[in-house]
């Protein structure tokens, strides 16, 4: 049996190799998930999980992404989608606000009494108006 690396996928050898760079691996591997998981290697926990005798052999041997899957490129985007069809109902115009019209300053009233000095004159005028 040669030693050769163990192939994982290329998300996962990533989150490996950042996991690997801060806590150094351990063989305990529900540490090593609960780490994974805490850190938000979310892809490695999950196939640390799934595959725990070739993350043991890995530990020791290395791990190696596997060339042989697809790696994502520009023309892998889908195409954009059709527009989709625009409203059939038509709006009403819009409302044309008039501008307010300038307010003419109002003509101040006089009384015919020539004292016209303050509240008193006023509650006096106002008295002879109504009584």
Request: charge should be positive.
């Amino acid at each position: 049996m040669s030693r050769e690396k163990i192939k994982v996928p290329n998300d996962v050898y990533e989150e490996l190799t950042a996991l690997q760079r801060e806590i150094h691996f351990t063989l305990d591997i529900q540490d090593t998930i609960k780490r994974s998981e805490d850190r938000g290697y979310m892809k490695a926990a999950n196939w640390i999980r799934q595959n725990e005798n070739a993350y043991n052999v890995g530990f020791s041997w290395g791990f190696e992404a596997d060339t042989s899957e697809p790696t994502p490129m520009v023309r892998d985007i889908p195409e954009r989608e059709a527009p989709s069809p625009r409203r059939t109902i038509s709006h009403p115009p819009p409302i044309e606000r008039s501008r307010p019209q300038p307010q003419q300053p109002r003509p101040q009233r006089r009384s015919s009494s020539s004292s016209d000095n303050g509240i008193f004159a006023g509650i006096r005028n106002w008295l002879k108006k109504y009584f």
